[in-house]
């Protein structure tokens, strides 16, 4: 059994490729804390990135991963890694810009737009969250999948990995609730919650029960800031 599993694993590593070192490499050297739109959140040194040719090596490498060697929490790993490649992708490709949206049209939002390649298939932000992130029934992909915004979950400075997936969902999670301008934080008796809890009920289930959040408070949702989660120039 031992052997089989050793086996398991230099598979996987080798459909994985070296994506996940490059990913790891590109963030800690284009993300940091800063500030924003009034809000402490990691942010995003684009312009940075779109001269790195690492950037295009990346892709390249997502490009060759084997999916169909990938199971279980690698697979969902990679699949929330390809969803945040694919949104700095489609700030990169038409930076300068002042949000993600921007990069859609009038007749095709950029949730639509193929922006990344893996095994020859094109794929949109909108297919990777709905179709394969969504249906796997774990409402907590919600705190990982960033959408280039100030609002968002924080990008995650390390790549996610299958070994530890649910411990880094887990932190995730705690970290957006607690953070007051785009998480969850009470003033008086009431509880102001970030939009992504109303666009996605049906993944979250009952609110307050989710939340923890009693009768006697009422709930409004924030502005939802779209502006990027970029470094300040």
Partial sequence: MKKI?????????LAMGDYLDTWDELLQKY????????????????????QDIKFEKLLEEVRKVEIKKIKGDELKAF???????????????NYPIEGIKDAGSLFKSVW???????EGKLYSLGEIENEILRKT???LIHFAIVCASISCPDLKRTAYRGGNLEKQLL???LKF???????????????????????YKSDFGNIRKYL????????KYLDYNWELNEMNQ
Avoid: C, H
């Fill in 5 to 13: 599993l050793i086996m398991f694993f230099i598979v996987t590593s």
């Fill in 31 to 50: 993300t940091s804390i800063g500030e924003s739109g009034g809000t402490i959140l990691v942010v995003v040194d684009y312009r940075g990135l779109k």
């Fill in 79 to 93: 699949w929330i890694n390809t969803y945040n490649i694919g949104a700095v992708k489609t700030i990169v490709d």
């Fill in 112 to 118: 639509s737009r193929e922006v990344i390649e893996v």
């Fill in 137 to 139: 029934g774990d409402e």
């Fill in 171 to 173: 932190e995730q999670k």
């Fill in 177 to 199: 609730l607690d953070e007051k301008n785009k998480g969850v934080y009470t003033v008086g008796d009431t509880i102001y919650i970030s939009k992504i809890f109303k666009w």
């Fill in 212 to 219: 923890d959040i009693s009768p006697d408070k009422k709930i």
